[in-house]
């Protein structure tokens, strides 16, 4: 199973960001949509940061002046992305080891998608239900 097939359920929305708009957007926009972070995109729509919630604390903390700053200010520029192909278990361990939670999907530098933990955990169940629905399924069938 590889980030396509959660694109393929989920949908290639992403919920962007310019980097020369204040915190309190950013704010605004991860409250609208229930989300915990923004793919940052410069003039031209390609990717150059993240911001999710996590580092908007971390800002807040030592800043209070943050609301009124540029997103470019808070923002991670270390973004790791992925491509439709990454398969998901390696997703899962970049992810752990980059301590992130959102990996923004991008095609010849596009940005095409993002996969969150959440995306890559719900794939997992919904796999390993699958296998016990297969294998019940199977004892089931052998016993009738």
Do not use: C, W
Not at 30 to 36: E, H, K, R, S
Not at 37 to 64: D, F, M, Q, W, Y
């Amino acid at each position: 199973m590889n980030i396509q097939s959660i694109l393929t359920t989920k949908g290639t929305t992403v919920i962007t960001i310019a980097s020369h708009q204040a915190v309190r957007e950013a704010l605004v926009a991860l409250a609208t949509y229930n989300i915990g972070a923004l793919v940052v995109v410069n003039a031209t729509g390609k990717p150059v940061g993240i911001l999710s919630e996590r580092e908007i604390i971390r800002a807040a903390v030592s800043n209070e002046t943050l609301f009124a700053l540029p997103v470019s200010a808070v923002m991670s520029r270390e973004m790791v992305t992925g491509v439709l192909q990454d398969e998901l278990e390696s997703v899962a361990h970049t992810m752990t080891e980059k301590r992130t939670r959102h990996i923004p999907v991008v095609e010849q530098g596009e940005l095409i998608g993002i996969v969150s933990i959440g995306d890559i955990v719900k794939a997992q169940r919904d796999r390993y239900q699958g296998e016990v629905y297969t294998l019940q399924t199977l004892i089931l069938g052998r016993d009738a």
